[in-house]
């Protein structure tokens, strides 16, 4: 039996032992990396298009002489989606509207309420002016990415989306432009890494500054998009990808096999975990993985990231393995069990659940609708898939009468001064002595 995968067993007394080690978080910042991003972002917010330039020929050998040259517009992005083969462009479109389509019921809306003193009350809600999405282009291309990013920002009503995504040696797959054209991306700027980061969020004689950045990137954009926080908002710092199957033995061990594999062949570090109460069955799972992984493209990376992350877990029953799961909250959970509905209620932390042996994370990645941009490394403990709320505002509204004025300037008065704060007080007791205006 191949001993690629871990095997734990939840009544094993090392287990919680064991499951910290596979579990943890690595913190990639090292000193060195938080010095070179920072030194990176110090260039272009000092230098502007001509640092962004240098660094961009540099670092992605870029052919650009000028920051001109960086610049993608519409009209190239519809030429890529026109000369698209028609079977690919269906894909895509259908991918774009059934995202779109979900992403419309989550559209929040103003509204207000008059109180018993005739107060006004409310929340106006209103989209951000412009946003920022980054997309990978180094390794590989992510047209996905960009519907993902692009289309809840326009659903929320965002005027503006400037995208950056690199082009290593000037080349940017075809594929990504004809998504930012379906998605209604406005600009394309073809720079990666720290410095597109440093751009959007201080903006360039060319790049403008935007709002709020997201979207996925390695370890340099994730830096940056901690150092640039507060100046500009951001989606996440998102960490290496997760999927985490609670299986019955009722799905073929071959399909878990290729689910976990579709997780694996992101990155290294990407994080495939299968638990079963059924010893037997991961035996047939890991038996499945050594027969289907020499059949891979992507054999390399899904064989370090099992090796390195991967797990295939015994439990008592599937009560424990969602008390397991709700202890771990993975991005990705997928439910491989008969009447797997019936316990969706119960599984209360994770980015995106899959329900029964039906829906496999691909189909959420690529077009069931739901974002795929989702919390990772637990932290769907307090945060939510990327949506169209997060590129909406919220305001409070206040408006007040004069007679609740009156009535609210006496409490506002006495807790003002129960905090030592005299010119609260005095600023809502003047309104108590003109009660004209």
């Not at 289907?292 to 390399?300: H, I, K, P, V, Y």
């Not at 969602?322 to 994770?350: C, D, G, M, W, Y």
Request: negative net charge; glycine residues 8%.
């Amino acid at each position: 039996m191949s001993k690629l995968l871990r095997r734990l067993d939840t009544a094993s007394d090392a287990f919680e032992t064991d499951l910290a080690q596979l579990t943890a978080r690595h913190d990639e910042r090292d000193g060195e990396l938080v010095s070179r991003v920072a030194t990176i972002i110090a260039a272009v917010r000092n230098g502007g298009d001509a640092a962004l330039l240098e660094l961009t020929r540099d670092l992605d050998q870029h052919p650009g002489t000028s920051v001109a040259d960086l610049l993608i517009e519409p009209p190239e992005m519809q030429a890529a989606l026109d000369a698209l083969d028609p079977d690919i462009r269906e894909a895509l479109e259908t991918a774009a509207d059934r995202i779109r389509d979900y992403h419309q019921h989550q559209v929040s809306h103003s509204w207000s309420f008059e109180d018993a003193l005739g107060n006004h009350l409310g929340q106006q809600v209103t989209p951000m002016a412009r946003v920022g999405i980054y997309v990978p282009g180094g390794k590989a291309s992510y047209p996905s990415s960009v519907l993902m990013n692009a289309i809840p920002a326009k659903v929320a009503g965002v005027p503006e989306i400037i995208m950056v995504v690199p082009a290593p040696g000037g080349v940017i797959n075809p594929l990504v432009l004809a998504a930012a054209a379906l998605a209604g991306v406005d600009r394309i700027i073809t720079v990666g890494g720290a410095q597109a980061i440093a751009a959007l969020a201080y903006g360039t004689e060319t790049v403008p500054g935007v709002d709020k950045i997201v979207g996925p990137g390695n370890r340099y954009v994730a830096e940056a998009k901690r150092q640039v926080f507060g100046v500009v908002g951001i989606d996440m710092v998102a960490g290496p990808s997760e999927v985490l199957i609670i299986a019955d033995g009722s799905a073929p061990a071959s399909w878990m096999a290729l689910d976990l594999f579709s997780q694996a062949e992101h990155d290294e570090q990407a994080q495939a975990i299968l638990i079963c109460p059924d010893e037997a069955y991961l035996d047939a799972v890991e038996i499945a993985i050594e027969e289907l992984l020499s059949t891979m493209a992507r054999e390399s990376i899904i064989r370090a990231a099992l090796a390195n992350r991967g797990a295939l877990i015994k439990v008592h029953d599937l009560d424990d393995g969602i008390a397991l799961s709700n202890k771990l909250a993975p991005e990705h959970l997928q439910l491989a069990f008969q009447n797997a509905e019936a316990r969706v209620p119960e599984l209360t932390v994770a980015g995106a659940i899959f329900v029964g042996v039906m829906s496999c994370e691909s189909l959420g990645d690529y077009c069931a609708g739901p974002n795929h941009v989702l919390p990772t490394s637990s932290t769907a403990r307090f945060s939510s898939p990327l949506g169209v709320y997060d590129f909406q505002k919220r305001s409070s509204i206040i408006h007040c009468s004069t007679e609740g004025a009156k009535a609210l300037s006496g409490v506002a008065s006495v807790l003002a001064r129960g905090e030592s704060l005299e010119a609260h007080a005095r600023s809502a007791e003047v309104r108590l002595t003109r009660p004209d205006l």
